[in-house]
């Protein structure tokens, strides 16, 4: 029986792992959009400027460095730039069973915790991209196993062993936590909740937990002190998330809809409050697992409709993912547990796979339409056409979008980071995997956002190279250059996507 329940884990497992699998591998070999292009770039720098390249996106830099330690030996190609984010998925994938066969979860459940997490489309989505969004959810998952593991020790221990302080599992709680921070800094929310959650959620007496949060908040805050800088200067340019996160779009709508926590959280939670079942080993995960899901969510729901600071966004609500995943199991492996039939937690759990299914995840519609990724952009057509095309006195306008060439105007020559001007940050699209031919000039501009002042930069080059992304921004950009140099005055290269490179010359 025993034999017959591990391989159950294994079974789990390996689901998870070829959903993973089989999605990933239509999107791993795809052009790079701009964001992964930071990678690429980031990656290409000296090993002592990889930290800057990183701090320049806003992005800590242990990631890069991992990540360039696998491209040194495979060398930099879309997939090489991916395939890690997918392994991370798959691990995480492998640790969510661990943690479902430590605390001896039945079939149903574990089958509900893996694919919950696998096949979400969020999930899915970052499984396939060149950034550092799938090694933190495999970090943060990590830590919560470094709690948990906290929490079994209290709960099975005696009474002189409760009063005891485990040295060893703090050390590794700390090393896990700084590790996530220097992967990315939207980690911090979620260790603080994990913080609020072995002070809530751990079986040990007050006075231990009060002991072990205060030790951990002063780690945390050494943590945060060595980079407050950086910190600092994330915060104090906050508005430009504002252009891209709304505080208008933080509706109690997409409380239920930005994450899946409807067939995750909604009804497990109202199965719970239902079925009140006894299971006093789950307890502490599942409130472990639902403060680490909650607070993180509600935090930046309402900071970014109060539009303070607007971080009501998939990508920096990732650590939230695995959090819903094992409340979910945890809620129905306590049901099952404290339940007489069988039926009961079948049908919660039936229940809540189908609302998944149905309602929470996009991945099949997404991944039969091909669009787990929406980002088309073809970055590589561009560099290959300038390469083929322009001459060594051509100057190339690149509009790229980025929220960072707002500081144009005024800042282009001022630095960004200690070595790295602003403008040189902006060029980094076609400084990357994809990079142009020595000796051409690439200048960003943020004209494109204002179509008078993009007529005005055009009519004084006469001649030259424009490119585009956003889709929106075309538009207009092909408009100023209608009226500034007639139909005959420019050629559309009409790329695929959101990406359009255009050649324009007054002619006389």
């Known amino acids: 029986?025993?034999?017959?329940?591990?391989?159950?884990?294994?079974?789990?497992?390996?689901i998870g792992i070829a959903v993973i699998a089989v999605i990933s591998r239509d999107y791993l070999d795809l052009p790079l959009w701009i964001d992964e292009l930071h990678t690429s770039w980031t990656l290409l720098a000296d090993?002592?400027?990889?930290?800057?390249?990183?701090?320049a996106g806003n992005q800590s830099p242990l990631y890069f460095y991992l990540l360039k330690l696998v491209v040194s030996v495979t060398g930099q190609t879309e997939t090489s730039l991916r395939v890690f984010s997918t392994t991370c998925a798959c691990i995480s994938v492998i640790v969510l069973n661990w943690l479902c066969y430590r605390h001896q979860l039945k079939l149903l459940a574990t089958l509900l915790t893996t694919v919950s997490f696998a096949a979400g489309h969020l999930q899915l989505l970052f499984a396939v991209e060149a950034r550092s969004y799938s090694l933190l959810t495999l970090l943060i998952l990590i830590l919560f196993c470094v709690s948990s593991m906290r929490w079994r020790k209290t709960h099975n221990a005696q009474d002189e062993v409760k009063k005891a302080i485990g040295w060893r599992l703090e050390f590794t709680w700390?090393?896990?936590a700084t590790l996530c921070i220097y992967t990315h800094y939207m980690a911090i929310p979620a260790i603080g909740s994990l913080l609020l959650a072995h002070l809530f959620a751990c079986p040990a007496p007050f006075v231990i937990r009060m002991k072990v949060f205060i030790l951990q908040v002063f780690i945390l805050g050494v943590l945060i002190a060595a980079q407050f800088d950086t910190l600092e200067n994330i915060y104090n340019h906050r508005n430009q998330w504002a252009t891209f996160i709304r505080a208008e779009h933080a509706t109690f709508e997409a409380l239920l809809t930005k994450l899946p926590v409807l067939s995750t959280?909604?009804?497990?939670g109202i199965c719970l409050i239902v079925f009140r079942p006894q299971s006093m080993a789950l307890k502490p995960l599942i409130l472990g697992s639902l403060i680490l899901a909650v607070v993180p969510y509600l935090t930046a729901w309402t900071t970014t409709r109060l539009d303070w600071v607007n971080w009501f966004f998939p990508r920096y609500l990732v650590t939230c993912l695995p959090a819903l995943s094992l409340f979910c199991g945890f809620s129905v492996a306590a049901i099952a547990q404290s339940s007489k039939s069988f039926f009961t937690p079948a049908l919660v759990g039936i229940g809540c796979l189908l609302v998944f299914v149905l309602f929470d995840s996009r991945a099949i519609q997404n991944h039969l339409e091909g669009t787990i990724t929406l980002k088309n952009e073809r970055w590589d057509t561009v560099a290959k056409t300038l390469h083929a095309k322009a001459r060594p006195d051509d100057i190339i306008f690149l509009a790229g979008g980025l929220i960072e060439d707002t500081r144009l105007p005024k800042l282009a020559d001022t630095k960004y980071t200690a070595n790295i001007t602003t403008?040189?940050?902006?060029?980094?699209p076609l400084n990357g995997m994809y990079?142009?031919?020595?000796?051409?000039r690439v200048q960003p501009i943020s004209d494109y956002r204002q179509p008078s002042l993009l007529a005005q930069r055009l009519k004084a080059?006469?001649?030259?190279?424009?490119?585009?992304r956003g889709r929106g921004y075309n538009q207009k950009a092909e408009q100023v250059l209608i009226e500034t140099f007639g139909n005959d005055g420019y050629k559309d290269h009409m790329l695929p996507g959101k990406v359009n490179l255009y050649f324009f010359e007054r002619l006389e």
């Open 423 to 428: 403008e040189e940050y902006c060029a980094f």
């Open 174 to 176: 700390s090393l896990v």
């Open 47 to 55: 090993w002592n400027t990889v930290s800057e390249r990183a701090l």
């Open 265 to 268: 959280l909604v009804l497990p």
């Open 435 to 440: 990079p142009i031919s020595e000796g051409l």
């Open 461 to 468: 080059a006469s001649k030259g190279w424009l490119v585009v």
């Open 1 to 14: 029986m025993l034999a017959l329940r591990n391989r159950s884990y294994l079974l789990s497992s390996l």
